[in-house]
Nanobody, 123 residues
Framework: QAQLVESGGGLVQAGGSLRLSCAAS????????MGWFRQAPGKEREFVAS????????QYADSVKGRFTISRDNTKNTLYLQMNSLEPDDTAVYYC????????????????WGQGTQVTVSS
């Protein structure tokens, strides 16, 4: 069973940057599509970004295109999300997700979730 542990969340002012990391256990990290989802208070969990197993393809939600960058280092079993030009609407708990789909975009496509890391953007 995979274990996903996120880190890097915190409090930042609008316009600032954060880099989230997700450390995955297991020897088959490079076999899975990975993604980031987020959930704001009172809202449903939503797709943010995904990346294919070897990192050749990425997808982003329209709301973060041009500001966020997803990447992975398969030698370190780690997934990243670089977040720039942060806005108050980006405030949410961010979850790392592992999937058998090459680029998961839907919650039902996710096999394993991390515990989440809080990102708070102040105006």
């Amino acid at each position: 069973q995979a274990q996903l542990v996120e880190s890097g969340g915190g409090l930042v002012q609008a316009g600032g940057s954060l880099r989230l990391s997700c450390a995955a256990s297991g020897r088959t990290f490079s076999s899975y599509g990975m993604g980031w989802f987020r959930q704001a208070p009172g809202k449903e969990r939503e797709f943010v970004a995904s990346i294919s197993p070897i990192g050749s393809m990425t997808q982003y939600a329209d709301s973060v295109k041009g500001r966020f960058t997803i990447s992975r280092d398969n030698t370190k079993n780690t997934l990243y999300l670089q977040m720039n030009s942060l806005e108050p609407d980006d405030t949410a708990v961010y979850y790392c997700a592992q999937s058998l789909y090459p680029q998961p975009e839907q919650i039902k496509q996710v096999n394993y979730w991390g515990q989440g890391t809080q990102v708070t953007v102040s105006s």
